[in-house]
């Protein structure tokens, strides 16, 4: 298994400008500026509970909304995330976690596959959290899993407090990945798939 599953990304477009360094055995330590408070507060609990060192510093275009630089985070993140992982060696593969927010409840479920996709089921009754839009929930988890070409399954089991609701998606999400990409002692050298290739 490689030793050190770092990576360090930086992606500019004409809409945005991002810095990622990723550490996936960290001890959860961030340092997110993406100039959307809200949005900081969730990769913040990304990190925390991933128990990954995350340093995210955005510039987007935020004088035209926040879609551009939620979902380029997105992307970035997932492509770190496959840049640290590497060719997927002794990992677990397949991560799976339930966590509760007082009245809410979600369940993610992640597959290291090599295959990107998405299912997304949670309702917000608002339209906006702090200053970010409800809908760029989904649209961050959409394009983390392309990027990452990881399958997600992110799903809203109980809930009406909108922030409890994206709080424990994000947190699920965490815990999902901390499960997925850690070492598995009994398979170091071996890549989980029967295929040979992740």
Excluded: W, Y
């Excluded at 990107?116 to 959290?129: V, Y």
């Excluded at 990027?147 to 799903?155: I, V, W």
Aim: with cysteine.
């Amino acid at each position: 298994m490689t030793t050190s599953r770092q990576a360090t990304l930086h992606r500019v477009t004409s809409e945005t400008d991002i810095a990622i360094t990723l550490n996936l055995d960290g001890s959860g330590t961030a340092r997110i500026e993406t100039g959307i408070g809200f949005f900081d507060h969730m990769l913040t609990a990304l990190a925390k509970h991933a128990l990954f060192d995350l340093d995210v510093r955005v510039q987007g275009d935020l004088h035209i909304d926040g879609h551009h630089t939620v979902e380029d985070t997105g992307i970035a993140l997932g492509q770190a995330l496959r840049q640290a992982l590497g060719e997927k060696r002794g990992v677990r593969r397949f991560g799976h976690a339930v966590v509760p927010l007082d009245e809410a409840l979600c369940e993610a479920v992640v597959d290291l596959s090599g295959r990107p996709f998405l299912t997304f089921d949670a309702r917000f009754d608002r339209d906006r959290l702090g200053t970010l839009d409800t809908e760029l929930v989904e649209e961050f988890f959409r394009a983390f899993a392309m990027s990452a070409m990881l399958t997600l399954h992110l799903n809203q089991k109980a809930g009406r407090n909108c922030h409890h609701i994206a709080e424990a998606a994000f947190k699920a999400l965490a815990r999902a990945l901390r499960m997925a990409c850690e070492p598995d002692p009994r398979a170091l050298e071996a890549i989980p798939s029967t295929k040979g290739v992740l």
